[in-house]
T-cell receptor, first 108, second 114 residues
Framework: KNEVEQSPQNLTAQEGEFITINCSYSVGISALHWLQQHPGGGIVSLFMLSSGKKKHGRLIATINIQEKHSSLHITASHPRDSAVYICAVRAAGNKLTFGGGTRVLVKP | DSGVTQTPKHLITATGQRVTLRCSPRSGDLSVYWYQQSLDQGLQFLIQYYNGEERAKGNILERFSAQQFPDLHSELNLSSLELGDSALYFC?????????????FGPGTRLTVL
């Protein structure tokens, strides 16, 4: 079993729909990152959180440390949100361990 | 633009060869991380340097080595290349080596081994 599991692996939504991506992890962590990778390959850090909830524009990230679970929500999705979203956890030694990614396609 | 630069952008080479990938961190960042993203393994942490010293090691092969120079840029050396080394190699930087610091990713170097 991988230390970091994401679901779903693939997601297709219509423009305007609310999207939720889930991340579960099995180790103790100091922080969790949500990353976005566009088709060109570049990676952008969206959030780093260790508790509670963070919001940036139409993106919301939540984490429940007790349940070892995080969610990334995209409200009013847009075709430009189409990308791979990757959850990564930071455990001992500041190493990042990555989930397998969720490929999101938002259709106009 | 994250402020992290990587060169070259693309690299095509043959099996058995040696290549060097270069990373310049954001201005003021002391820590550099290297990651490999391959089709079958996804993203994996390779190694971290902080202010010139190795700080953490991940799934880095013995054929690979890295260093961070006094001007804080870093190089990842890959030798005796195999087909399976074909991947995207990312570097990231953070202000310090501490766990609460966000990491900023470079654009990556795409390595193709033929």
């Amino acid at each position: 079993k991988n230390e970091v599991e994401q679901s779903p692996q693939n997601l297709t939504a219509q423009e305007g729909e609310f999207i939720t991506i889930n991340c579960s992890y099995s180790v103790g962590i100091s922080a969790l990152h949500w990353l976005q990778q566009h088709p060109g390959g570049g990676i952008v850090s969206l959030f780093m959180l260790s508790s509670g909830k963070k919001k940036h524009g139409r993106l919301i990230a939540t984490i429940n440390i007790q349940e070892k679970h995080s969610s990334l929500h995209i409200t009013a999705s847009h075709p430009r949100d189409s990308a791979v979203y990757i959850c990564a956890v930071r455990a001992a030694g500041n190493k990042l361990t990555f989930g397998g990614g969720t490929r999101v396609l938002v259709k106009p | 633009d994250s402020g992290v630069t990587q060169t070259p952008k693309h690299l095509i080479t043959a099996t058995g060869q040696r290549v060097t990938l270069r990373c310049s961190p954001r201005s003021g960042d002391l820590s550099v991380y290297w990651y490999q993203q391959s089709l079958d393994q996804g993203l994996q942490f390779l190694i971290q340097y902080y202010n010139g010293e190795e700080r953490a090691k991940g799934n880095i092969l013995e054929r690979f080595s890295a260093q961070q120079f006094p001007d804080l840029h870093s190089e990842l050396n890959l030798s005796s290349l195999e087909l399976g080394d074909s991947a995207l190699y990312f570097c990231a930087s953070s202000a310090s080596g501490q766990e609460y610091n966000e990491q900023f990713f470079g654009p990556g170097t795409r390595l193709t081994v033929l």
